[in-house]
């Protein structure tokens, strides 16, 4: 059966107070759900997105050929998180280029396009933003939040900031902190686009360009952070791009020569297309604030010890940007706590990507564990 | 004791043929020499450099501050490459920005500047440029070559090119090639040098220009490669750059917030002050290009069977940008070869750059080698 999608907007007149000091509101969230919320308004699962991703989840827009939502190998009819049974809530989250307000659009106040001056969003915030929404949804209580990677931060900050609204947390390739090495990365990134003249301080909408340049050096780099050694190696190798029968290198150093600068100038092409350069710094700085145990003194488990839920981690072997390490860490501050804790480390070659991808075992332990709270929650 | 360096130059008259097809000539290289030769010039030890190094290997300049050269703890008067028994010359390679004849200077034909069509330069290119340096030198064959990272490619290449004029390879933190992740991370810096308006398809010169907004960014992408994880927890973490008691975060996307930022944009900004932009180029190509398993169908065990080198091989168990795998690799292709091989691998923290530090065991390993080869020479 074919899920199809809808996105949905929902207007905020009240201001948002955000971590960094100042207001975000009015505002407005794009969101879509699927399935059907029960009588007791107690199946609902919140889905929170990672860097690139947005509210469309699972399912497809009519007449729009490759829709499909981002997690729509996890989110569906008879799918992992089954809407047949959930009624699961994607959200985009504020200071985003899907829909919910961000620095694409104008500011009610001044009337001109935010830019530069929107404001520094956290994690927190979005948490924030994201049960304001459900507020007006009518759901007290998730049957779960879940989240991969940066969106996995965000489930495990519900926890935290709304410990009474959520029953199970499903913290997926994820991490209590980023460390310096992916700071650095981030970092690196954000002064590409920032240095990029096209960027005029962020304020390039008013001059009518884009600065692509950044984006797409942003976005080939992040692909590197995303895959394997191995599976970049069994990828690419080092195949030539014109790799014929005896074919020679060309000697360039502007041309490609090799398969991967031809997929990573493609990728960062394609992203430069349609991804907003103030999005991207607002995203990856959102990352490398989000450290729940700042204000515990580094102490994970003191900081953990508000939350109630339940929780499933997963990590991926291969994953070095957000290793198993990491999730270790949280599963260990976890248990100190006396929470009830699952970890499933997968022993998958796709690094940091294998949150998004089909592996079996994967997929059907989050089967398991959804099935598990559907009949806790006597709805299976 | 402090050694004085001297900058010395080589005019050559006859083009060298390239692996590119095309010839560079006349061409001049820049070289310094450590030590004496002794009277059956047996006793030279040629020092090949990385990307970002030169001819100036170790002692300091007259009146000059910090002047030291790259591998001063490892080269001079009593140290591991004891420079009061070896005759030590270090080269700069063809393509560089620091005397040798490269992308800056002018083309003898033309009377232009090279700039971007300065040939494509390769490894085994360099090394046979290294040949004639060592022929007016009256050096027929050296008692060992020696590099660490790229400097360990040619000291490789050197053992298969001229096989009867080295006695002895040290291959410092190499691979026999790089893989596909490394050539991505080539690629993402040579993008943001190329894309980088003041790039001007390479002919900057013309302009009046630099493009150090993308050399400041393939710069700091390289520092992340170049250090381990761990160290750069250990150095930086997630310190805040104005990390006062209580500091909170500023919340800025475009300001530096954590020490790893303010340390890379300083990198970052110290590299484009100096480095050339088309020498950056070339020399992450001649990285990529280098793979001499690639003319015998991948056998590396094949490629390296024109060797009769004795090997020293030394990895660092952080490295992840030439990891000990890839030096095992090598070992045991040598090995099938029934080559004579040392290998070890240093248990150090400090990832790629490790082989630039001071490290006991490491240092000491070097020194042992280097008395061996002395004593065997019978000029200990």
Redesign the interface.
Known sequence: MTLIAQPQSMHFTQALGL???RELGPYQLVYETYGQLNAQRSNAVLICHALNASHHVAGTYPGQDKSEGWWDNMVGPGKPLDTDRFFVVGVNNLGSCFGSTGPMHTHPQTGQVYG?DF??VTVEDWVNSQARLLDQLGIEQLAAVMGGSLGGMQALSWTLQHPDRVRHALVIASSP?????N???N??A???I????DFH??HFYRHGVVPK?GL??AR??G??TY?S?DV??A????RLRHALAGAS?Q????DI??E??SY??HQ?DKFSDYFDA?TY??IT?AL??F?PA?EFGGDLSAALARAKADFLLISFSTDWRFSPARSREMVRALLQNRSTVSYAEIDAPHGHDAFLLDDARYLSLVRSYFDQIAQQGGFA
């Not at 902190?177 to 090495?181: D, R, S, T």
């Not at 000697?251 to 502007?254: A, S, V």
Request: charged share 30%.
């Open positions: 971590r960094c000091g530069a404001p520094v902190n980023l460390n310096a090495e700071i650095a990365f970092e690196v954000r002064r590409a920032a240095t990029d003249p301080g962020g340049r797409r050096i080939m780099l692909h590197i895959l050694d970049m190696n990828k690419f190798g080092r290198f000697y360039t150093t502007q020569e090799f991967i600068e990573l100038r960062g103030n710094l607002l700085r490398d604030y450290d700042r």
